[in-house]
């Protein structure tokens, strides 16, 4: 009889024991879900679009240590985006189709497909050699239908106002934005825009006062600050034009 007194207790015991098993083994299950989880959204995935940028100089950012340029600051705000910076410091579009950097062009667009291709020259590199209008046009032409023809949208964009544009080269500056602005018009394909930075920059200038010799570490790139103002100026272009996601 005392065994058979004795026999729940024995029962409880291996029952205990066999509760905080289970317990044990399913906060163990979830300590591994939730270290799983944890490891995969640390995992960095990758942009969805890409948007390439060919230019020179003021288009790589020159002068602008801490936001890398006014095409690189517009583009911050859009997350989603892979910036691929195929900038040439101190080249044009002559130099890229024809001499020093031929073909090149077409391996970045096979390359790294990208969703969207800023055009921005500029266009002092044109106005020290005084490249001719129709090679001017040409080139950019070309630049443009490529990059339509690989399935890109694609954005010309004129740079900022510097001292020398503003000053020794404005006429011959002014009539290389023009050629844009009629190139532009002429291929008339709805994949593509025309961002005028360099006439609302002199506009915004002008009516805040402002001199364009407070904008400029030299005379051929704008500071930090000049940057900013043309990155506010192309940033709200891109969202009145609804071509970006």
């Given at each position: 009889?005392?065994?058979?007194?004795?026999?729940?207790?024995?029962?409880?015991?291996?029952a205990?024991?066999?509760?905080?098993?289970?317990?044990?083994?399913?906060?163990?299950?979830?300590?591994?879900?939730?270290?799983?989880?944890?490891?995969?959204?640390?995992?960095?995935?990758p942009?969805?679009?890409?948007?390439?940028?060919?230019?020179?100089?003021?288009?790589?950012g020159?002068?602008?240590?801490?936001?890398?340029?006014?095409?690189?600051?517009?583009?911050?705000?859009?997350?989603?985006?892979?910036y691929?910076?195929?900038?040439?410091?101190?080249?044009?579009?002559?130099?890229?189709q024809?001499?020093?950097?031929?073909?090149?062009?077409?391996?970045?667009?096979?390359?790294?497909?990208?969703?969207?291709?800023?055009?921005?020259?500029?266009?002092?590199?044109?106005?020290?050699?005084?490249?001719?209008?129709?090679?001017?046009?040409?080139?950019?032409?070309?630049?443009?239908?490529?990059?339509?023809?690989?399935?890109?949208m694609?954005?010309?964009?004129?740079?900022?106002?510097?001292?020398?544009?503003?000053?020794?080269?404005?006429?011959?500056?002014?009539?290389?934005?023009?050629?844009?602005?009629?190139?532009?018009?002429?291929?008339?394909?709805?994949?593509?825009?025309?961002?005028?930075?360099?006439?609302?920059?002199?506009?915004?200038l002008?009516?805040?006062?402002?001199s364009?010799?407070?904008?400029?570490?030299?005379?051929?790139h704008?500071?930090?600050?000049?940057?900013?103002?043309?990155?506010?100026?192309l940033?709200?272009?891109?969202?009145?034009?609804?071509?970006?996601k």
């Amino acid at each position: 009889m005392r065994k058979l007194r004795k026999m729940p207790l024995y029962l409880a015991g291996i029952a205990m024991i066999c509760i905080v098993a289970l317990v044990w083994s399913i906060t163990a299950g979830q300590m591994t879900v939730r270290t799983h989880y944890q490891a995969k959204t640390n995992v960095q995935t990758p942009k969805p679009y890409r948007v390439m940028v060919i230019g020179g100089s003021v288009a790589h950012g020159w002068d602008d240590k801490v936001g890398g340029g006014y095409l690189r600051r517009a583009f911050d705000h859009y997350p989603t985006y892979q910036y691929i910076d195929k900038t040439i410091v101190g080249a044009n579009s002559t130099q890229l189709q024809e001499t020093l950097y031929k073909g090149d062009y077409e391996t970045w667009l096979k390359e790294y497909r990208p969703n969207v291709v800023v055009i921005s020259w500029g266009l002092l590199n044109d106005c020290l050699p005084d490249t001719p209008k129709a090679n001017f046009d040409k080139y950019l032409r070309v630049e443009i239908t490529q990059a339509l023809a690989s399935h890109a949208m694609v954005y010309v964009v004129s740079p900022p106002v510097t001292i020398a544009s503003y000053t020794k080269y404005l006429v011959r500056q002014q009539g290389y934005v023009n050629d844009e602005l009629h190139v532009v018009r002429q291929i008339k394909s709805p994949n593509l825009y025309f961002f005028n930075v360099f006439d609302q920059m002199k506009a915004y200038l002008r009516n805040h006062h402002l001199s364009v010799y407070d904008f400029g570490t030299n005379t051929w790139h704008p500071d930090a600050e000049g940057h900013i103002i043309a990155a506010r100026l192309l940033l709200a272009d891109m969202q009145r034009s609804n071509s970006i996601k």
